[in-house]
């Protein structure tokens, strides 16, 4: 068993997925605010009036039409509104975790209630005492709070009125508050996370020009603001404590060629490099690699990007890689394979794994590989933020809930970490996924369930919101006493 005893076992979840209290403490909205719920088959939607006060519905990387302004309509349900009422329930949730014996629980700060329009110059100090009361309940039990500072919520009025992160004005906004973050729990936050997943914003790779060059030249565009907004906290949270660790987020897929073919293997190699490296390989090496020309070329993008940018990069390298982990994808350059979905990413059908309810693989040998093959590049420590199966529960009448699938999920997993800690990775902490449901990104169905902690609500908001202990709580509260030692488990 080759876990450090010091290694930072727990759980994560985001802001506006596990909140609520979308209109209270004097928060803002936010866009995941006027976004419907959806399934595994049908999208979300973001709802608006038009030009001539007709409702209206896009799809999220559909344009805002011409005039019109994001808006809640009546008669649709919007899950994130109510999420899992954590704003009112952490503190019960939180003696839950410490009973699980978590040492960190990741967790966002929801911008909007920070700044509600994003352009503020003085926070919103319920916001800020809220965040420190929740540190503050955490600290009580020794947990150790792991920090993301964007989690998909950019407030409305900034997608709205700025474009969003189209606009270059954002890094100063979002620096505002990263710093109003950094000094405000001082001596209560050590680990934080810059952005979350910052690699969604790089569409897809695609062969059949499905996907318009304009989605590259936006995508791309966004995340270079990002980097530098990124590098610019990483260097103000160092000053303000030295002791922060600050981490980039990455959305870790795990790709492979689908066949031997010499194409599939190059593809797959230029997947990794625009998928997965290309976030991580500014965030932590402070310049752009060799391929991002390859492929700026490749997507006819031309990029604001200044001298005084490159240098901020270079000044603003993270201390930790952190990453999602739920499963490989193939990937082709032949047509005619089965297609699979999964977390923000598509490939061809592995017939070697298992795929869940909603279509996600799971491969927990591609966590080593990953983590292996990441270690090596960066040589940074690592935590693993996320990872879990997201599935259907039963809540029995006596109040339990069965879910021996989840288990199997997590030792499998807790395995391909032993191991690659084990081959020499740094590997420090294990967050897993909706430690407690909560509301899906994706789908923003809250059935999807990742939890060890059920909550009772559905997806329209129905239910208790009580909360109960799975068979998977009690067996992961016996993971962390016995550091992973999996024996007898
Ligand atoms: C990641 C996000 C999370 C989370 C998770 C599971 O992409 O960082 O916010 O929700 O995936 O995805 P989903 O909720 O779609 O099942």
Redesign the pocket.
Known sequence: MAFPKNFLWGGAT?AN?AEGAWNEGGRGPALTDVTTGGTKDTPRYITFIDKDGKPGFKKKHDKLPEGAKYAVLKDQYYPNHLAIDQYHRYKEDIALFAEMGFKVYRMSISWSRLYPKGIEEVPNQEGIEHYRDVFKELRKYNIEPLVTIW??DTPLYLEEEFDGWNNRKLIDLYVRFAETCFREYKGLVKYWLTF??INNSMPQPVRDGSTPLWRYQEGLQQLHYQFVASAKAVQIGHRIDPENMIGCMI?GICYYPATCDPKDILWNRHMWEEKIFYCSDVQCKGSYPTYAKRMWKKYNVNLDITEEDLEELKKGTVDMYTF?Y?MSQNVTTHDGMEKVGG??SSGTKNPYLQYSD?GWSTDPSGLDYYLEMIYDRYEKPIMVV?NGL?AFDTLEEDGTVHDPFRIDYFREHIKAMDLAIENGVDLIGYTT??CIDVV????GEIR?RYGFIYVDVDDLGNGTLNRYRKDSFYWYKKVIENNGNLENL
């Not at 899906?440 to 789908?443: F, K, L, M, V, Y």
Request: proline share 0%; with cysteine; net charge negative.
């Open positions: 985001a997925q989690h998909f979350n997943e959305c999602s739920y977390n923000m909603w996320e997201g996924w909706g899906s990104a994706g789908t999807k």
